[in-house]
C-alpha cells in the first residue's frame, strides 16, 4: 500500500501510511499511563502535552529506523526511492536486498542498531536531565525516559529471529553467508521463523489462561502472523525451486497492445477484467514514450460507475512505484518487484526500449507447465485498448 509522502530525506522519499494516526493515538494514550507514573510532580495538562511528544518522537524514531536502512542499502549498491514507515519498522518498502550476504545483512542490522542506540542516548539523556532538577528538568526527564523504552523495544522486536522481521532477515544472511546459497539462507529462516511462532503462542497461550487476557491474546497474534510469514518463506522456496533458473527474457509477453493516457476506463475495462481474455496488463504510451501500465489491479479500484469519467493517467501505475526490468534480470527477482509494486505485471525495457511486459500471468503459465500442467494460451485485448 502506497503512502502519503511528507518529505525527502537525502534524496529517499518519506511515505507514511494513513493508519499511523491511530498508531500515534494509542502511543500517546500508552504514553499518558506511563507519565502518571513517573512523572507525578508535573500538571496534568503538561502531562498531556508530554504524552503527544512522546507520540511524535517515537514517530521521528520510526523514521530514523527505516531510513538507516534505505541509506545503508544505497551505499551497497541498491536503489531505493522512498521507504513507507512501518510501526515496527524494518526494511523499506520494496525490501531492497543487496546480492551478496553480508552486504544483506549489514542493511539488516542497521536499522535495530540505530533504535537500540538511540534508546541508550535517550536513558542516558534522561537520567542526566533527572540529575539537574528543576521545573524543565521535571518534565524533560519522563519524556526522554519513555522515548527510550520505545525505541529500546523497538530494537529489540526487530532482532527477534523470524522473518519478516530484521532479526529473521540476519538469520537468512547468516546462513547464506555461510553456505554461500541464498535458498539455503531462506529454508533455514522458514524454520527459525516457525519455531520462534510456536513459542510464541504458546507464550500468549500461556499468559492469556493465567489471567492477562489483552497481553496474551498480542503476544499470540504476533506468533500466528509469524507463523504465516515462516510459511511464506516456504512457498517462495518452492517458487525459486520452480524458476530461479530462469531469466526475465523468458517468460516476456511481447506484442502487447498499448493505450493512450487520455483514454477513459470503459473503453477497455470489460475487456481487460474478462475471463476469456487472459491479458492482464498493458503499457501505457506517448508516441514512443512509457509513462506507466494498466492492469486488473488498477482498475478494480474504481467502481463502474467511474469508468466513464476516469482517465488512464489517473489510476496507472507509473514511478516511483513502477519499476523497470531488464530481460536479464532473474524471473524470480521480476516476480518480486511484480508483487511490492501490487501490479499485474511490470515493462521489460531492452536497448531499443520496451520489448513487452513480464506478468503474473506469464510467470504462472511458466510454473504450471513445470509442475506438469498445461501452459496457458496468450491473446490480446481488444481493439477497445488500442
Do not use: C
Amino acid at each position: 500500500m502506497r503512502g502519503v509522502p511528507i518529505a525527502r530525506i537525502a534524496g529517499v522519499e518519506i511515505q507514511v501510511q494513513v493508519a499511523w494516526i491511530l498508531v500515534l493515538a494509542l502511543i500517546a494514550a500508552l504514553a499518558l499511563g506511563q507519565l502518571e507514573l513517573v512523572a507525578t510532580a508535573v500538571a496534568e495538562p503538561v502531562r498531556w502535552l508530554l504524552a503527544g511528544l512522546v507520540a511524535l518522537g517515537f514517530f521521528v524514531s520510526a523514521v530514523a529506523h527505516d531510513l538507516a536502512h534505505a541509506l545503508v542499502a544505497r551505499s551497497r549498491g541498491v536503489t531505493v526511492r522512498y521507504i513507507l514507515i512501518s510501526f515496527f519498522g524494518g526494511a523499506a518498502p520494496d525490501e531492497p536486498s543487496a546480492t551478496r550476504p553480508q552486504d544483506d545483512f549489514a542493511i539488516a542490522v542497521i536499522g535495530p542498531a540505530v533504535s537500540l542506540l538511540l534508546g541508550i542516548v535517550l536513558a542516558i539523556a534522561a537520567y542526566g536531565s533527572a540529575a539537574l532538577g528543576g521545573p524543565v528538568a521535571d518534565a524533560a526527564s519522563p519524556l526522554l525516559y519513555v522515548i527510550a523504552v520505545l525505541n529500546l523495544l523497538l530494537g529489540g522486536v526487530n532482532l527477534v529471529p523470524a522473518y519478516p522481521l530484521d532479526g529473521g532477515r540476519l538469520v537468512r544472511d547468516a546462513a547464506w553467508w555461510r553456505s554461500g546459497d541464498e535458498k539455503v539462507g531462506w529454508k533455514v529462516a522458514a524454520r527459525i521463523g516457525r519455531l520462534t511462532a510456536f513459542m510464541l503462542l504458546g507464550l500468549g497461550l500461556l499468559w492469556a489462561a493465567i489471567g492477562d487476557t489483552g497481553n496474551g491474546a498480542f503476544i499470540a497474534i504476533s506468533g500466528w502472523f509469524l507463523f504465516l510469514s515462516a510459511r511464506a518463506i516456504r512457498e517462495r522456496v518452492r517458487v525459486d525451486e520452480l524458476i530461479g533458473d530462469l531469466h526475465v527474457e523468458d517468460a516476456i509477453e511481447r506484442d502487447v497492445p498499448s493505450i493512450g493516457p487520455g483514454l477513459t476506463l470503459d473503453t477497455f475495462a470489460q475487456q481487460l477484467l474478462g475471463e476469456e481474455t487472459p491479458t492482464t496488463v498493458v503499457p501505457v504510451m506517448r508516441d514512443d514514450e512509457l509513462l506507466g501500465v494498466v492492469g486488473v489491479a488498477q482498475v478494480r479500484r474504481i467502481a463502474e460507475s467511474r469508468w466513464p469519467s476516469t482517465r488512464v493517467e489517473d489510476v496507472m501505475l507509473k514511478p516511483p512505484r513502477l519499476v523497470m526490468l531488464a530481460p536479464g534480470d532473474t524471473l524470480l527477482s521480476g516476480f518480486e518487484r511484480i508483487r511490492r509494486a501490487r501490479s499485474d505485471g511490470l515493462p521489460v525495457i531492452g536497448p531499443d526500449g520496451l520489448i513487452g511486459l513480464l506478468t503474473l500471468r506469464s510467470i504462472g503459465a511458466i510454473v504450471r507447465q513445470r509442475m506438469g500442467g498445461p501452459p496457458a494460451g496468450s491473446a490480446a485485448i481488444g481493439e477497445g485498448a488500442g
